[in-house]
């Protein structure tokens, strides 16, 4: 009803009292149901009509949502029904994506300025919303409240009749019950008539009062006399449209209730029920569904997690999980399509008996010489997991066992909320979160899986050698998916050594030649054929949700037979969960293994984990190549457990178009055959930081090591020990002993600089984004810095001595660090 046609029935009404009455009727009139064809009419003294709330109406409209301090308020679309309060990016998403939704029943509405309100239910969702205007705040306040009211009250009812519905007495009373509920109704149905009665009465008195008042309108009395009449007027008659407007809300309000309250809960029942039985089919089908593809990628003559082109072209989005659009809310995506650039097919059957038949033929495609055996044939006939298979009986009988893990409880939030931004290595963290293993003993575990260097080593082939090296840069992650501990912050000259020449035929050395950034140079050469060298430096932050680790650094693999030389780096890992949640580490990245002597390339894939992926979870994916770009080898499997590599007989243009829009390259494959295999953990390992049956013998007490070496470091075993307390005690000291030699070791080198020196040293570091650089004369013990003749970075390159040391138990060079 419009202003002007209230005007003409009650010419007597001011026009602040019509502004009042107006947007009374704008918000019923904003609430009238879609399907309702009549319009409003006037309010009139002899049809007291106006548009009210029904209970199945919706109320919709465009607020602005608070996001996070990056983007602000948002434009959304909201939506209120049935005492839900929904918002989604736009109207279009409304059919298959919500972005969120509060009950009113149990929330709170409050009003902060002219077109400011917040919604919250109590501390697990608030929105902070704003209207365009002050008008259309009121709105949505009016109709938020009486929504509240309305499912507050269904929500009771709900409750009760759900009580009544278990109870078996419940069931026997039940006619009682409707008796009862329509002797209500019949009562309320008695007092809007008696509503309806009085305001027939109220209407009559009504008019009779107006009529009187009008003619003391006309009677000739003082100006602040005939004022007075007029506001007593205005008032009545606005006191009457009001009036007759609550007695037609009561009135349909009771029809309504009679018509559909019995229905509605009815209806929420089955909804409760139905919604049970879908999660728990969902649930079944879920199983089912998982227990289907495992069983069809193990039935498959193909590569793993391969053989489905329609399978292989759908995966996990690559990198983008973590970021979320809006404050830390849980947002819904759809599964995209995966930016896998190739897909392999089987090979025509004729490739296959040419393979059994004519292996020369094959071998000569490869470049191998006539009658050598080739990797499918012979390198992977045999088990090539199996380090039985080498015959070699250990000489010294390793510990299978450690102390088990302590159950100590710790306040996490209170040390994490003042770490946040911070560099990993300048945190002062307990013991609680480690694992009794230094980072030196780490990157030693890179060698859980040495076979397979030593059968690349007796490859004729840079092809089939570049598979096995790439297996061995995967392997090399296998044992991180449940070690969520922290490794120790191994302290500055701190050394670590393997020797197992006896056992294995190699030996290993790691030393932290550098603090801040921490560093670690690594060297293993083994007497079948191999060397492997690598510096690590590790950027790491934490992000409050999870901490991402990312390695700095190349490793190199030479063989001495071949002078092949391999480099690579390492992807990122990153910890999830870390303030709430069960802790789960991921790999994610991409890594390009290089032979810089014939130009070979592999390039490896390890896809982010994604909820929404149909693919297998930790799936590593690659394809080998010569100098001129060709494919030879498929590479596929996951970094947890298995890689296979499949030799490519043909390869074609012609598959589904990737991300980027061009088309993907169709491999057409032998049978995939195994390159490597996860060795189990050991029995109990859960308990044991679910450390492998390498890591159990890392930090064995021996004879003979240096001074230096991490088994003798004091804090890391009584960590060991389970005695935690002492560890933290320990670790703090020798911690406070490092950064006290650091001091005296940067005055030194100030002393012996020349002012000149010194002048261009300080300004260098005032010039430098790295503030906290402090010139430091520290040299390592057994590695040196050199550029690397191969890729021209720095890097610290073993120099010699230590061997020859331990044989003549020498140790007088080393400083005392522990």
């Known amino acids: 009803m419009s202003c002007h046609v209230a005007l003409r029935y009650f010419p007597e009404v001011s026009s602040d009292v019509m502004r009042e009455f107006s947007g009374f009727l704008s918000f019923y009139t904003a609430w009238r149901p879609l399907s309702d064809t009549v319009k409003p009419r006037a309010v009139v003294m002899s049809e007291p009509k106006v548009p009210i709330l029904a209970p199945e109406d919706t109320y919709k409209g465009w607020l602005f949502k608070w996001t996070n301090y990056i983007k602000g ?150 100006g602040e006399t005939s004022e007075k009449i007029r506001q007593v007027t205005e008032r009545a008659t606005l006191f009457r449209i009001t009036s007759n407007a609550m007695i037609n809300a009561c009135r349909d309000f009771l029809a309504l209730a009679q018509a559909h309250s019995k229905r509605w809960q009815k209806a929420l029942q089955a909804e409760r029920e139905q919604r049970v039985r879908l999660e728990e089919t969902l649930e079944q089908l879920a199983k089912q569904h998982n227990h289907l593809e495992r069983a069809f990628r193990g039935a498959t003559v193909l590569p793993s997690s ?35 650039e190739f897909i392999t097919v089987p090979a025509d059957p004729k490739y296959h008996r040419r393979s059994g038949s004519n292996v020369s033929g094959i071998s000569s495609e490869l470049g191998m010489d006539d009658g050598t055996t080739s990797l499918d044939e012979q390198s992977l006939a045999s088990n090539p997991e199996s380090p039985q298979s080498q015959e070699v009986v250990p000489v010294r009988k390793r510990r299978s066992r450690i102390p088990d893990k302590p159950n100590y409880s710790l306040n996490l939030w209170s040390i994490m909320k003042n770490c946040i931004g911070k560099e990993l290595s300048k945190i002062p963290m307990p013991v609680n979160f480690n694992e009794p293993l230094s980072m030196l003993q780490r990157l030693s575990e890179d060698l859980e899986y040495y076979e397979l260097l030593d059968r690349g080593a007796k490859c004729q082939s840079s092809l089939e050698q570049m ?167 498929v590479l596929s499997g996951t970094w947890d457990e298995k890689m296979e590599c499949s030799r490519v ?23 995939a055959k195994e390159l490597w295999r996860k060795t189990p953990l050991p029995e109990g390992a859960e308990n044991m930081y679910y450390f ?12 003979g090591v240096a001074p230096t070496d991490s088994r003798r470091r004091p804090d890391q075993r009584l960590m060991e020990q389970g005695r935690w307390e002492e560890a933290n005690a320990e670790k703090q000291r020798l911690e406070e002993k490092q950064r006290t030699v650091r001091r005296e070791r940067e005055r030194e080198a100030n002393r012996s600089a020349n002012p000149a020196e010194e002048a261009l040293i300080e300004d260098s570091i005032s010039d430098s984004p790295l503030k906290s650089v402090h010139h430091d004369n520290y040299k390592p013990m057994w590695f040196e810095r050199q550029v690397d003749p191969m890729t021209r970075e720095p890097t610290h390159i073993y120099r010699g001595g230590y061997w020859e040391a331990k044989e003549q138990g020498n140790w007088d060079s080393c400083p005392d660090i522990f």
């Not at 009950?103 to 009003?111: D, R």
């Not at 995966?315 to 930016?339: I, L, R």
């Not at 949700?545 to 990122?572: A, D, Q, R």
């Not at 492998?692 to 004879?703: D, Y």
């Open 73 to 222: 308020y948002q434009r959304r679309w909201f939506v209120l029904s049935n005492g839900l309060l929904s918002y989604y990016r736009s109207q279009a998403e409304m059919g298959h994506t919500c972005r969120g939704t509060i009950n009113l029943a149990t929330a709170n509405i409050t009003v902060e300025d002219s077109c400011n309100f917040v919604i919250s239910n109590g501390g697990t969702q608030t929105y902070h919303l704003k209207a365009s205007s002050e008008v259309e705040r009121q709105r949505w306040i009016t109709a938020l409240e009486l929504a509240k009211a309305k499912a507050s009250r269904m929500q009771a009812e709900s409750d009760d009749s759900g009580d009544d519905s278990t109870s078996p007495a419940a069931s026997q009373g039940a006619g009682s019950r409707n008796s009862e509920v329509q002797s209500t109704l019949r009562t309320l149905n008695s007092k809007v008539e008696d509503l309806s009665t009085c305001n027939d009465l109220i209407a009559k008195h009504g008019s009779a009062l107006q009529r009187s008042l009008s003619e003391l309108e006309g009677v000739r009395l003082g």
């Open 306 to 340: 391969q053989s489905n082109p329609a399978i292989d072209s759908k995966g996990p989005v690559p990198g983008k999980g973590d970021v979320s659009d809006e404050d830390e809310e849980n947002e819904f995506f759809d599964a995209c399509e995966d930016v896998q």
């Open 467 to 633: 598979c096995y090296v790439a297996a061995f840069t995967v392997s090399s992650y296998s044992t991180t998916v449940h070690r969520t501990g922290k490794p120790f912050n191994p302290l500055l000259g701190e050394t670590f050594e393997l020797d197992r020449v006896q056992e294995s035929g190699y030996r290993s050395l790691c030393e932290q030649v550098s603090h801040h950034p921490p560093a670690a140079a690594h060297h293993a050469i083994s007497e079948r054929g191999w060397t492997l060298r690598q510096e690590i430096a590790l950027a790491s932050k934490f992000r409050g949700k999870y901490l991402s680790i990312m390695p700095l650094g190349s490793i190199h693999c030479i063989f001495e037979k071949s002078n092949n030389h391999y480099t690579w780096k390492k992807v990122t890992t990153t910890v999830h969960n870390i303030i709430v949640g069960k802790l789960w580490i991921d790999q994610s990245g991409e890594i390009d293994v290089v032979n810089h002597r014939t130009g070979d390339r592999c390039h490896l894939k390890f896809a982010p984990y994604s909820y929404f992926s149909r693919d297998v979870a930790r799936k590593v994916t690659g394809v080998v190549t010569d100098k001129d770009g060709k494919a030879h080898y």
């Open 649 to 671: 007989m043909q390869s074609s243009r012609g598959g589904e178009n990737g991300a980027d829009g061009r088309q993907k390259t169709v491999y057409q494959t032998l049978k």
């Open 692 to 703: 492998s049956t390498l890591a159990l013998t890392l930090n064995e007490p021996e004879e």
